[in-house]
């Protein structure tokens, strides 16, 4: 069973691990222009990180015409990613000449 699964559109992937949930959704689906300030950003976790660590919530609401249940169902994501990720894992990965961003 998967622990973890990607929800960007209607992908639903499944992933034993959230570092290879985040390569998924870095390598595999298009970049998400963020609302706010039109940076071009890898959609999912990536996505949700920089909008609210780059912006305020009021800004994030207003782009996205967003509620605040949006808001606490993005903070609770990226706060569990956070919380379990290897985050530098995922990054060496990424940074690997097979897997390296465009």
């Known amino acids: 069973m998967s622990g973890w699964r990607c929800g960007i559109g209607d992908c ?7 570092e290879s949930l985040i390569i998924h959704q870095t390598t595999e689906h298009d970049k998400h222009e ?3 300030c039109g940076t071009l950003i890898p959609d999912g976790y990536f996505a949700i990180r920089h909008v609210f660590d780059e912006h305020t919530r009021a800004q994030y ?10 808001v606490r169902r993005r903070e609770e994501i990226q706060a ?6 290897d985050l ?4 060496d990965q990424l940074d690997t000449p097979s897997k390296q961003i465009e």
């Open 34 to 36: 963020c609302q706010v």
């Open 12 to 18: 639903e992937q499944g992933f034993e691990d959230v």
């Open 80 to 85: 569990e990613v956070e919380a379990t990720a």
């Open 88 to 91: 530098n894992a995922v990054v």
């Open 61 to 70: 609401v207003r782009a996205y015409d967003a509620d605040s249940a949006a």
